[in-house]
Every structure is written in structure tokens, then in C-alpha cells.
């Protein structure tokens, strides 16, 4: 090979040729840098044949400059490149990117510096110094993660380092991880568990793809079980992934992962140090790293040698990426799987209805653990209908859940209120005007958060402080906060049970891997009697002494335009009660709810969840949605609201009339303006025999929109906003 044909990381500029310089060897998935006028470009040497491009003649190319160091992606990785950029009518520079993600990896050097208190003081304090001082005890990292954790500049820090209370240390970046023993410590399973384990383990032999969707009520031992096959792969000398949806819960993994394996799994998420993310991603690709326990973007790392895929509370939303490559983790870890010729396990108790009828119909393996481990019983589930048990005016908790309460505390059990809702209140207004506080960036109201004190915008962050008069009509002390939020269920219990300890549980107060964990530890050893959160507590936890679940609104997640609202609402409601009663004391869950008539609320009711599965897929079957038909969505956004609604409308003008793709549109979104862009929707509902993404991409390519212009194609949507 004289002549490559490169996929270069800019999604900008199109697939480029080059020659090979004097003596250089490349193969295809080698990964090079090469000019490109006055400067260069990363790019992948990509299979002959399989980019078009333009034939430039070869006597006027360029010599790539120079092979960068790393393992060649693997014809498998390049495939699936390939796969996500055609599915989600994405650039494959933009997915090539994710896989070259960690920009320190693809470098030449084997050390770096790291920043760390001396010991030694400053000639001069300053309150900034002395906060900076304080907060680095014990912390090393570089300058702006330092400044990141101090939460001051870094020219501050800088100034400390020119006066030696910081000093720099080097640090070898590319330290091996220690090993993980598959025999460290094997439990005992359980009947059920051991024929689960033995399958999967079966599995991980044949080295075939096989795609199982592990169905196990909650606290089943779902990760106990699978557990084996990852043992199994690592005896073979295979890598393992383990996606988790968030990272709050990766700490009660990475414990149990200890507990069984006796050595931590390398793990791959977003606030990791830029040396740890370019240790792991080296240890990946030279296959070093065992085990992987990431977020949704290490399903693109470069692994040397994957024997197993497993994806933990697969039907959990966050894996799904809305923003750059719109992709669901989920989905692609299957074509992952398929690529690589390995078994991949969707574990869930409350499966995408989309892979439970994938299941039904035979194309994914089910693997069922229908009760829970060590003879724990599944909760009680009661309703409590608020148009009869009114709660106060002013407050949320009725009488059933407030006695509920009052019952666990005395009998030092532990309770959990649900509410899919952060802040003190979703709405604050003027009490003389009615004036309504509303982000000027987007459609949205402001969310009072008390504990901090701000009006903040949960769509583009922006936060302020709460005037003390309304700033239309100058009165002061007049605002009242409307509705609640997480925080103001909690000021609610405070009130009624002073002598409580309750704790807020939501990504503001648990947002780093440091504060989950201190948060479970503080909820294991008793430390707090009633938790109230978000749905990042209906995930994963396991607590022995929670008896009681709450939830406070199960009607709020089926109002708006949430086309899965409902699939939506059972899963989170069916996992706040798997926190109940996973001890050896059983659990009760009171459902608050204005419609107790509702098919989803009688199905949570009766523990019924087959009744639900059931009418939701005949639902989903009359309307042509997943898994029946698809979805798609195209958003057209730009500062300029005018040029929005003009461009909409003439993508409009030029849309291809089938029978089997149905284009609704264009409208506002129901965020109509999102960090300050106005936006413009057009719903695509296609049957399954439509090529959907050659219907919409060429569709979009009749098109000259503007610069200011931004065009989203979302495949297979779950944000609806
Ligand atoms: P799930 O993920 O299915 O909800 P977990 O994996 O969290 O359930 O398991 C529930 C609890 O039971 C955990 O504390 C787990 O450690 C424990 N457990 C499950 N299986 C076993 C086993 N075979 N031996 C010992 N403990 C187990
Ligand atoms: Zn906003």
C-alpha cells in the first residue's frame, strides 16, 4: 500500500489521500498525522475502497507526516464507526472522534506533571489562597483540575506555585492497573442465578455474537450473575465492558466488583483526570485493561481483545446521547457485539419495551431471574389517591405517606420519597404582578434552588441570584414559589418530623463519584432516616433498612409530549419500589396519584407488569411507534428566529411524499428557544420497511441552509423537548 485514503477528524473537510513517506508502514485502522495546508491533521487510515472520494492524481500528494503510536483500530471498531455514522446520519468524523477521545492518549510523552501542596505558606494570605490551601489537602492533579476543585483561577494557583506552596510532581502516566483474580471470592448463587450464570458463561466460550436480555425483578442479583461471565472472560484473557448509566452509581459498583474480583475495574467516565483517561485508554487499547466500567462513551474505545458486553440498567435513558452523535448506547453495544463476534447482556428489571418484544419474538436470548435473592419479598404496592386523601394546602405528602412515615421512624426503618423534580420549586412568581420568572435563553421556567440559593435554568445553567423585589413591578418580599421540587418535600418533612435527619439525593448533591459515595456510606450506617430524590435514586441502590417508598407525584411524568411517557412513568415508579424492602424486613410503596384509573398507575398497582407491557405494545402497534414503526426527529435551530421559521418552512416545501414515512411539521419545538436558538421540529413517524436515513438524508441534502443555521437529525428519539 503507497497510497491511503484517510478519515480525518474534522468533520469539516471530507475523506483525503495521502502517500506513505520514505520507510513508513501503515494498515488500514492506523492512526497518522498528516498536513494539511500550513498545518496538520489526526486521521485513520481507513480500508481501500469503503470512503469515496476525490481521485487526486497521484503524483500531487502529500506524505502523511507520521504514524502516531497506538494499536491500529480493529476492523470490527471500524465497521461499527462506519454503522453509527450511517444509522444516525451522523459524520463519521464525528464518531471517529469519540473512539480518539482522550487527547493526551494519542501523545508521545510518559510522564506529566501534577500539582500538589508543598507544605510550605505564602509571604502573603489572601482570603483566595487561604480557601485554595484549604480545599487542596490531599488533592494532586494539574492546574486546571486543581483550580476545578478549589474553585478558584488558576492564576491563583499559579502564584502559589511560583511561591512553592504548590510544588509539580511527575507521574508515570502509563502505570499497569493491578489484576482482577475471577477466583478471588465466588459467592454462592442461588438456582436460578446459577442457571442464568451458566449460559451466559457458555456464552463467553463460544466467542460467537448472542444477544440476551437478562430479565430479574429488582434484587435478583442481576450483578451477581452476570459477574460469572465476566470471571469467565478474564480467565480466557478477554476484556470485559460493563456500561452503567450514571456515575453515581459506579461506587456501589466498583465495591462489589472489589468484593468478588479483589482488585477495582479500570473504570472510564467524564470527570476523570486527563492522566487517568490517557492510562485507561492506552491500557485499553493494548489490552492491559480487564474489566471496563464506563459511561455510554466507552462503548467506542479501542478495545484490543472484547469477549463480553454488558450493558446494566439497559433501559435507562441516559444512554442515550443528546448532543454531537445523537446514538443510544444501548442499541449500538448490540452492533458492537455483532462486530466483534461476542455476546452482549441488556440487564434490566423493567426492559425498553423495544428490547423486551426483540426478546418475545426471538432475536434476543431472555434469560429470566423472576424472584429476588435470599427469599426477599417484593414490596407491597398501595395507591394513594389525592383527590380523596388531600394533602394540606401547601403541601404534597398525604395523610397515608405522612403516617407511613412517622410508623418507619419509630421503628428506626429507613424511608425514600420520589420526585422527579431538583430545586425547591419548578416555578416562582410575583405575587402583586403575577410576573413569572423565566430564563431569557430559553422556554423554560427558572427553578428556585434553596440550599444554594439561585434561580437556575436546567436547560443551559444559567443561574441567578433571587431579587428581593420583582423586577416588573418593583414590589418587594412578594415572590412565592409555586409547586415543589426535591428540596421543599424535604423542608415538608422537616416540619412534621423535626427530629428526622432527611437528605436531598439529586446530581446537585450527588453529582461526583466522591459525594455518592459518602452518601451511601452516610445511608448504610443510619445516618439518614427519610432520603428525598430524583430518579437518580431509582437506580442500582441497594439498602437493607429502606421499608418504605414514596412517591410523590406519579402523574407528573405523563403530562407533556413525551411519546413514551408512559413506558417512561412505569419504569421510574417500578424502580423507586425496588428500593423497598430489599432486607430481610419487607417493603411498602404508597403511590401518590390524581388518576388511580390510569392504565399505567392500575398495572403499578396490581404489580401487574405483563397487563402493562401488553397495552402498551398494542398501543405502540396502532400508532406505528417503536417497536413497530420509528421515529425521527429533525431540528433546524438559529439565533435568528426569522431565519428558523424560514428555513423550516422551505425544508418544508421540498419534503418527499411516501407512503411509509410520514412527516409532520415543521412546528416550534416544544422548547421553541433552547440556549438563546429558536427551534423548529419536524416528527418523523416511518413504517419498518422505509429506508428512513437514506429517505432523510437525502431529503436534507436538497437543502442550502444557511451558516447561522444548526440542522439536529435525532434517529430513534427519546427527548421529545
Ligand atoms: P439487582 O441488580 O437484580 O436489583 P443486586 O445485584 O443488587 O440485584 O442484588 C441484590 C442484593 O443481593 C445485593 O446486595 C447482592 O449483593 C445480593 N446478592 C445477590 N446474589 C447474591 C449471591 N448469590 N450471594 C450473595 N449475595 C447476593
Ligand atoms: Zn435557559
Known amino acids: 500500500m503507497n497510497r491511503v485514503r484517510l478519515l480525518v477528524l474534522n468533520a469539516a473537510l471530507g475523506p483525503l489521500d495521502y502517500k506513505l513517506a520514505e520507510g513508513m508502514r501503515v ?52 465497521r461499527l464507526i462506519e454503522w453509527t455514522a450511517d444509522y444516525y446520519c451522523a459524520p463519521l468524523a464525528s464518531v471517529a472522534r469519540m473512539v ?103 456464552a463467553v466460550e463460544a466467542r460467537s455474537f448472542e444477544p440476551f436480555l437478562l430479565d430479574g425483578v429488582t434484587g435478583s442479583g442481576k450483578t451477581e450473575t452476570y459477574f460469572e461471565p465476566v470471571a469467565e472472560a478474564i480467565r480466557m484473557g478477554r476484556q470485559v465492558l460493563v456500561l452503567l448509566p450514571e456515575i453515581a452509581l459506579t461506587e456501589n459498583f466498583l465495591s462489589r466488583f472489589e468484593d468478588r474480583f479483589g482488585a477495582a475495574p479500570v473504570q472510564w467516565h467524564s470527570s476523570l483526570k486527563s492522566t487517568e483517561r490517557r492510562r485507561a485508554w492506552r491500557a ?23 469477549g463480553l458486553i454488558v450493558v446494566d440498567e439497559a433501559h435507562e435513558i441516559s444512554f442515550k446521547q443528546d448532543d454531537g452523535v445523537r446514538y443510544n448506547a444501548r442499541d449500538v453495544s ?30 434476543y436470548t431472555k434469560l429470566e431471574l423472576p424472584s429476588r435473592f435470599g427469599g426477599a419479598q417484593l414490596p407491597e404496592i398501595k395507591l394513594v389517591d389525592l383527590t380523596i386523601e388531600k394533602p394540606a394546602s401547601g403541601q404534597w405528602l398525604a395523610a397515608p405517606l405522612i403516617e407511613g412515615i412517622e410508623a418507619r421512624l419509630e421503628a428506626g426503618e429507613q424511608s425514600l420519597l420520589f420526585l422527579n423534580r431538583r430545586g425547591y420549586a419548578p416555578l416562582t412568581l410575583c405575587r402583586n404582578c403575577g410576573h413569572r420568572f423565566q430564563c431569557p435563553n430559553c422556554s423554560a421556567w427558572l427553578v428556585e434552588h434553596r440550599l444554594s440559593s439561585r434561580l437556575a435554568c436546567h436547560h443551559c445553567g444559567l443561574e441567578t441570584r ?88 406519579a402523574d407528573l411524568g405523563l403530562e407533556g409530549g413525551d411519546l413514551r411517557a408512559a413506558e417512561r412513568t412505569y419504569q421510574q415508579v417500578a424502580q423507586v419500589a425496588g428500593r423497598a424492602g430489599r432486607g430481610s424486613k419487607p417493603g411498602e410503596v404508597l403511590i401518590q396519584t390524581r388518576h388511580p384509573e390510569a392504565a399505567v398507575i392500575a398495572a403499578l398497582a396490581d404489580g401487574d407488569r405483563d397487563a402493562f407491557y401488553e397495552a402498551e405494545t398494542e398501543a405502540r402497534r396502532d400508532a ?82 444557511p451558516p447561522g443555521i444548526r440542522v439536529g437529525v435525532d434517529i430513534d428519539p427519546y427527548s421529545f423537548v
Request: charge should be negative; include cysteine.
Open 100 to 202: 480518539l477521545s482522550s487527547g493526551g492518549a494519542l501523545g508521545g510523552p510518559t510522564t506529566m506533571t501534577e500539582y500538589r501542596l508543598s507544605g510550605g505558606t505564602p509571604e502573603r494570605m489572601t482570603p483566595q489562597r487561604i480557601t485554595a490551601i484549604e480545599a487542596l489537602e490531599g488533592e494532586q492533579g494539574t492546574i486546571r483540575e486543581l483550580s476545578g476543585i478549589a474553585g478558584v483561577s488558576e492564576g491563583v494557583l499559579r502564584g502559589l506555585v511560583n511561591q512553592g506552596v504548590i510544588e509539580p510532581v511527575e507521574v508515570a502516566i502509563d502505570r499497569p492497573y493491578p489484576p482482577a483474580d475471577p477466583d478471588y471470592h465466588q459467592p454462592a448463587l442461588s438456582e436460578d442465578q446459577m442457571r442464568v450464570a451458566k449460559t451466559l458463561v457458555e
Open 466 to 553: 433571587p431579587p428581593q423585589a420583582c423586577p416588573e413591578c418593583g414590589e418587594a418580599d412578594c415572590l412565592v414559589a409555586c409547586g415543589p421540587g426535591v428540596e421543599r418535600i424535604a423542608d415538608e418533612v422537616a416540619a412534621l418530623f423535626p427530629e428526622a435527619r432527611v437528605s436531598v439525593a439529586t446530581s446537585d448533591t450527588l453529582g461526583t463519584p466522591e459525594r455518592a459515595a459518602e452518601f451511601l456510606a452516610q445511608v448504610q450506617a443510619k445516618a439518614i432516616d427519610v432520603i428525598v430524590g430524583t430518579q437518580l435514586v431509582t437506580k442500582g441502590f441497594h439498602f437493607t433498612e429502606l421499608t418504605l417508598v414514596g412517591v410523590v407525584d
Open 334 to 363: 448490540v452492533m458492537r457485539a455483532r462486530f466483534e463476534g461476542i455476546p452482549v447482556v441488556l440487564a434490566s428489571a423493567t426492559p425498553a419495551l423495544e428490547s423486551l418484544h426483540m426478546a418475545n419474538s426471538g432475536t
Open 284 to 306: 485499553i487499547a493494548e489490552g492491559s485493561a480487564q474489566v471496563i466500567v464506563g459511561a455510554r462513551s466507552a462503548l467506542f474505545l479501542p478495545y484490543a481483545n472484547l
Open 624 to 705: 406505528g411507534a417503536p417497536p413497530f414503526g420509528r421515529w425521527a426527529q429533525i431540528i433546524l435551530s438559529s439565533e435568528d428566529e426569522r431565519e428558523a421559521r424560514q428555513s423550516a418552512a422551505r425544508l418544508g416545501d421540498t419534503r418527499p411524499h411516501l407512503d411509509d414515512v410520514m412527516i409532520l411539521g415543521p412546528a416550534p419545538a416544544p422548547m421553541a428557544l433552547l440556549r438563546n436558538r429558536y427551534r423548529y421540529r419536524f416528527l418523523v413517524n416511518a413504517r419498518r420497511s422505509a429506508n428512513l436515513q437514506a429517505t432523510l438524508r437525502d431529503w436534507l441534502d436538497t437543502q442550502d441552509f
Open 27 to 78: 494498515e488500514a485502522g492506523s492512526v497518522v498525522v498528516a498536513p494539511l495546508g500550513p498545518r496538520t491533521v489526526t486521521g485513520i487510515v481507513w480500508d481501500e475502497g469503503r470512503l469515496p472520494g476525490v481521485e487526486v492524481d497521484a503524483k500531487k500528494l502529500r506524505a502523511l507526516r507520521e504514524v502516531v503510536p497506538v494499536p491500529p483500530l480493529s476492523a470490527p471498531l471500524r
